[in-house]
T-cell receptor, first 114, second 113 residues
Framework: GAVVSQHPSWVICKSGTSVKIECRSL??????MFWYRQFPKQSLMLMAT?????????EQGVEKDKFLINHASLTLSTLTVTSAHPEDSSFYIC??????????FGDGTRLSIL | GNSVTQMEGPVTLSEEAFLTINCTYT??????LFWYVQYPGEGLQLLLK?????DKGSNKGFEATYRKETTSFHLEKGSVQVSDSAVYFC????????????FGSGTRLSIRP
């Protein structure tokens, strides 16, 4: 079946650094990708929706300058957390959908900012 | 706006017990409904779905029926196993697969041997 790969699965970094998370669709063309954030023991909250080749649409309350999303190809989207701080620590999950493909989720990235 | 409300957990059952996790939704149109499962430390896996009223989704012994009259999509399983321990999310989506998914708060299920 279709697979979405997310990398890295776990990252620890110092406060003030920027972190890039990749989301790849391995066997289908993902025209739309979604980025979610999940706090411990809570649900997934949609951060933004990105369509290949265009700017991402951010949900209300999500800082677009803080969370940079790029979807330059039909198989790759990236989320960059800029100048990360401890409050950005969370579990980030991407999903991808394409023509005749339901949304498939990645395994998530656990981000810990020290 | 659209929303999903599901039974709060945690839910703890003994192996082979009957499981029900309640889920109700609010939507302006005719959404597709989903149950996702998240095992510890992992992403989400689609467990089952239903796209129109009276449809029944089923997978791995789990079932849920799309009830438009009660706006519900309750998850059931006749005999749970320890391996079913996970967090279960009810969700809805309106439109195509490119539409955003709205999740419920999740229900943590623990099964005792």
């Amino acid at each position: 079946g279709a697979v979405v790969s997310q990398h890295p699965s776990w990252v620890i970094c110092k406060s003030g650094t920027s972190v890039k998370i990749e989301c790849r669709s391995l066997d289908f063309q993902a025209t739309t990708m979604f980025w979610y954030r999940q706090f411990p023991k809570q649900s997934l909250m949609l951060m933004a929706t990105s369509n290949e080749g265009s700017k991402a649409t951010y949900e209300q309350g999500v800082e677009k300058d803080k969370f940079l999303i790029n979807h330059a190809s039909l198989t790759l989207s990236t989320l960059t957390v800029t100048s990360a701080h401890p409050e950005d620590s969370s579990f980030y999950i991407c999903s991808a959908s394409g023509s005749n493909q339901p949304q498939h989720f990645g395994d998530g990235t656990r981000l810990s900012i020290l | 706006g659209n929303s999903v409300t599901q039974m709060e957990g945690p839910v703890t059952l003994s192996e082979e017990a009957f499981l029900t996790i309640n889920c109700t939704y609010t939507a302006t149109g005719y959404p597709s409904l989903f149950w996702y499962v998240q095992y510890p430390g992992e992403g989400l896996q689609l467990l089952l779905k239903a796209t129109k009223a009276d449809d029944k989704g089923s997978n791995k012994g789990f079932e849920a029926t799309y009830r438009k009259e009660t706006t519900s999509f309750h998850l059931e399983k006749g005999s749970v196993q320890v391996s079913d321990s996970a967090v279960y999310f009810c969700a809805l989506s309106e439109g195509s697969s490119a539409s955003k998914i709205i999740f419920g708060s999740g229900t943590r299920l623990s099964i005792r041997p």
